[in-house]
Nanobody, 115 residues
Framework: QVQLVESGGGLVQAGGSLRLSCAAS????????MGWYRQAPGKQRELVAT???????NYADFVKGRFTISRDNAKNTVYLQMNSLKPEDTAVYYC?????????WGQGTQVTVSS
């Protein structure tokens, strides 16, 4: 079992920045898949960004150039730096890892961007 705890969400004005953190209860050193997803009210959960154990990253088109995913294996933490935030980025953001072929989700953190 792995517990994931997200933090860093909040209310920010359009154009602002937030940094989300996802702390894992166990080592993420060998975890190949870590990702951030988001779910807006009335919409399906969607993939935002992913990072592999070797540091390869992938981003949804709607965040490319604005968001950056990173990981700190020593702290068992994955981050999502969000810049140039837009009202349409408002959602609950979730992190997910796949470890030993099992997927684990955090509880989510609310991000609200005002216009």
């Amino acid at each position: 079992q792995v517990q994931l705890v997200e933090s860093g969400g909040g209310l920010v004005q359009a154009g602002g920045s937030l940094r989300l953190s996802c702390a894992a209860s166990r080592s993420i050193f060998s975890v190949n898949f870590m990702g951030w997803y988001r779910q807006a009210p009335g919409k399906q959960r969607e993939l935002v960004a992913t990072i592999t154990s070797s540091g390869n990253t992938n981003y949804a088109d709607f965040v490319k150039g604005r968001f950056t995913i990173s990981r700190d294996n020593a702290k068992n933490t994955v981050y999502l730096q969000m810049n140039s935030l837009k009202p349409e980025d408002t959602a609950v953001y979730y992190c997910k890892i796949v470890r030993d072929f099992l997927g684990y989700w955090g509880q989510g953190t609310q991000v609200t961007v005002s216009s």
